[in-house]
């Protein structure tokens, strides 16, 4: 499973998060995120929750006041796979902060980041476990590091 950005943005279409896992140029960065921000906004609630562009499989969630958005590359990747993925992070990022808002993941911009990386690596999903997930995350805060 190959993930090449993971994105939380609001309802009115400010990103909140973004994680790209290659390497584009600011400016292409730039014009992806919004068209595929303005893809997503657009689509109504009978619509499914994944479409093409660009090359990429796009599978969003809606949570809340946020959606939670995937670019994962090629044919042969799991829609529903990835959206189990998105429904594991909001129920670590849950976990977390307790009932996770828009102003959690502002405010805490860092250990959000922190967490998605605990989960993972280079695009690759290598941990779902919410335990194992949140374990580095409680040490740091024991430590006062993050």
């Known amino acids: 499973m190959t993930l090449r950005f993971v994105l939380m943005v609001n309802k ?9 896992y290659e390497r584009l140029p600011m400016d292409e960065r730039c ?9 997503c906004l657009a689509r109504t609630e009978t619509q499914c929750s994944f479409f093409e562009y660009r090359g990429y499989k796009v599978v969003y969630r809606r949570y809340a006041s946020l959606f939670f958005i995937v670019g994962v ?9 990835i959206l189990e993925f ?6 670590t990022l849950d976990r977390y902060f307790e009932n996770v808002c828009e102003l ?17 690596m280079n695009g690759c999903i290598i941990e779902t476990n919410k335990n194992n997930i949140l374990s580095p995350v409680m040490l740091l805060d024991k430590t006062g590091s993050l």
């Open 31 to 39: 014009a992806l995120e919004a068209e595929v921000i303005r893809k």
């Open 73 to 81: 590359e090629g044919d042969d990747e799991n829609e529903l796979s």
């Open 104 to 120: 959690d993941i502002m405010f805490n911009l860092e250990k959000a980041h922190f967490i998605l990386d605990e989960m993972v």
């Open 12 to 20: 009115q279409g400010q990103t909140r998060l973004a994680q790209y």
């Open 86 to 91: 998105i429904h594991a992070l909001v129920e």
